[in-house]
T-cell receptor
Framework: AQSVTQPDIHITVSEGASLELRCNYSYGATPYLFWYVQSPGQGLQLLLKYFSGDTLVQGIKGFEAEFKRSQSSFNLRKPSVHWSDAAEYFCAVGASGGYNKLIFGAGTRLAVHP | GAGVSQSPSNKVTEKGKDVELRCDPISGHTALYWYRQSLGQGLEFLIYFQGNSAPDKSGLPSDRFSAERTGGSVSTLTIQRTQQEDSAVYLC?????????????FGPGTRLTVT
């Protein structure tokens, strides 16, 4: 069965520091992979997605993620974090071949210290 | 243009009552999804509608939950005889088509509290 693991429940970084949020997935075929961000009281906003091709994908707000098939990982990175990046981040996998639901990880809550 | 809208934004109900949650998808989006976000279970898929096809109800947790989509647009999620464990944020999303490659756009959610 498909699953997504986000090992870090909470992460705290200083403003200006680099960030990496980990995501591991379990899926037999080529996955569709997503990162979403949720600010308090808000819905989910898509940061970036991977379907195929270049394994390093760029997203909005300066985020990027790298798909590593050998490690079943899709880690999210940002070189310099801003205070406004404090939010909860969700990694998700969607099946290829027309299957449509997203399977989400438990989320990582990011706090940013000034 | 307008995004996905949901109403009400908050709903408090007594255990045993029925509730209806509404979702207005983005105009022109043929696919519509319901998810539930709760402390214990995280984000869970509930149900998926695509055009006139039969919905994928595989995520509905019990037969107290049902959903319909009228005219291929607005959707209503109904929970009958609510229980305290139904307390959660119910999120609706829509996408241009049902393929997994299409981005799902999420609404702000309805926070349901069952007392």
């Amino acid at each position: 069965a498909q699953s997504v693991t986000q090992p870090d429940i909470h992460i705290t970084v200083s403003e200006g520091a680099s960030l990496e949020l980990r995501c591991n997935y379990s899926y037999g075929a080529t996955p569709y992979l997503f990162w979403y961000v949720q600010s308090p009281g808000q819905g989910l906003q898509l940061l970036l997605k991977y379907f195929s091709g270049d394994t390093l994908v760029q997203g909005i707000k300066g985020f990027e993620a790298e798909f590593k098939r050998s490690q079943s990982s899709f880690n999210l990175r940002k070189p310099s974090v801003h205070w406004s990046d404090a939010a909860e981040y969700f990694c998700a996998v969607g099946a290829s071949g027309g299957y449509n639901k997203l399977i989400f990880g438990a989320g990582t809550r990011l706090a940013v210290h000034p | 243009g307008a995004g996905v809208s949901q109403s009400p934004s908050n709903k408090v109900t007594e255990k045993g009552k029925d509730v209806e949650l509404r979702c207005d998808p983005i105009s022109g989006h043929t696919a519509l999804y319901w998810y539930r976000q709760s402390l214990g279970q995280g984000l869970e898929f509930l149900i998926y509608f695509q055009g006139n096809s039969a919905p994928d109800k595989s995520g509905l947790p019990s037969d107290r939950f049902s959903a319909e989509r009228t005219g291929g647009s607005v959707s209503t999620l109904t929970i009958q005889r609510t229980q305290q464990e139904d307390s959660a944020v119910y999120l609706c999303a829509s996408s241009l088509a049902g393929s997994g490659s299409y981005e799902q756009y999420f609404g702000p959610g309805t926070r349901l509290t069952v007392t």
